[in-house]
Nanobody, 129 residues
């Protein structure tokens, strides 16, 4: 059964770190683009970081230099290492995949969540000041 299961969320003080994991079934993991998205209360969901099957990455400006997306092709798992966390990073974080190969634009995966059509249930990240 195709699925995405996130884990690793929690509460941390500003400046701390967390690593999110997303375990994927083989079919989902083999999709060209996968990534992390987040939604804060009262805000729209936004792209955080995406990665292509070729290893190319794309980050939102707000997390560049602080977050790192990576993949483990043996474990079929997607990761998001989050360092130097800020209170504004507080959100529900979702793992998602593009099942139809439409997110790959101009030689990289797009951060536009409209292209991503398979979603996990999310994991909460709370950063206190």
């Amino acid at each position: 059964q195709a699925q995405l299961v996130e884990s690793g969320g929690g509460s941390v003080q500003a400046g701390g770190s967390l690593r999110l994991s997303c375990a994927a079934s083989g079919y989902i993991y083999s999709r060209r683009c996968m990534g992390w998205f987040r939604q804060a209360p009262g805000s729209e969901r936004e792209g955080v970081a995406v990665i292509g099957s070729d290893g190319s990455t794309n980050y939102a400006d707000s997390v560049k230099g602080r977050f790192t997306i990576s993949k483990d092709n043996v474990k079929n798992t997607l990761y998001l290492q989050m360092n130097s966390l800020k209170p504004e990073d507080t959100a529900m974080y979702y793992c998602a995949a593009d099942l139809f190969g439409r997110a790959y634009v101009s030689r990289m995966c797009s951060l536009d969540l409209a292209w991503y059509n398979y979603w996990g249930q999310g994991t909460q990240v709370t950063v206190s000041s």
